[in-house]
């Protein structure tokens, strides 16, 4: 049973009622990428596994409040690190985001759960990038499998942020790349944007850019 809080707040923000998309629907935060694998977009009612070892994550992340802003989506932050900061001029636009700020494992995988469990947030954003590899064979396999299936029958698009590749039930996960120094930081975030990559290393094999030869190749 999820807290009387939560329920609360979901029908305060009008999101109960909120339609999920078709199985297979996408959500593309930046259509006009050059990268095809951003345009592609991330599924719903799975989960998606970014590893993200540099500053990549965040500008995906306020791409992603960007869209969320333009789009009326709403979307949860579970800030694992404790690091977002929403007056950054990365971070976007905020006004459908509720940040759950953690500092704990036990407190993630707990806001994680009651997040995934509720259904209300159509995208869920999950930072364990701060985790230790220790911290995450901590994590019992049957959490991730348990994320797994509330995202298939919530119809959640769950994103994972991790420092390395790890979760087994992920449907899909890429590695973030980008060239960016510390001058390029300076730049508008649009500018920024465009030098985000991202590697494909699981694919779940739907609406994939390029040739049926470069996705087996990539699911390899």
């Not at 120094?181 to 290393?201: C, H, I, V, Y």
């Amino acid at each position: 049973m999820l807290p009387p809080q939560l329920v609360q707040l979901s029908s305060r923000l009008g999101l109960l009622d909120i339609p999920r998309g078709p199985r297979g629907k996408r959500l593309s935060f930046l259509e006009e990428s050059p990268d095809p694998w951003l345009r592609r977009g991330v599924l719903s009612h799975a989960l998606t596994e970014l590893a993200a070892p540099g500053p990549g994550a965040g500008l995906l992340l306020s791409a992603a409040l960007c869209f969320c802003a333009r789009t009326s989506l709403p979307a949860a932050l579970v800030d694992g690190a404790d690091s977002f900061d929403p007056k950054s001029g990365l971070a976007g636009p905020t006004p459908s985001l509720l940040w759950v700020r953690c500092r704990l494992l036990r407190e993630i995988l707990r806001a994680a759960d009651l997040l995934l469990r509720d259904g209300s947030f159509p995208l869920v954003w999950i930072d364990l990038s701060r985790l230790s590899p220790s911290e995450l064979r901590r994590i019992p396999s049957t959490t991730w499998h348990r994320f797994g299936r509330l995202v298939e029958r919530k119809g959640t698009a769950a994103l994972l942020i991790t420092p390395l590749p790890w979760i087994p039930e992920a449907r899909e996960r890429y590695r973030i790349e980008s060239s960016l120094s510390l001058d390029r930081l300076e730049e508008p975030r649009e500018a920024l944007w465009q030098r985000l990559r991202l590697a494909p290393l699981r694919l779940s094999g739907s609406g994939s850019p390029g040739s049926p030869a470069r996705l087996a190749a990539a699911a390899g």
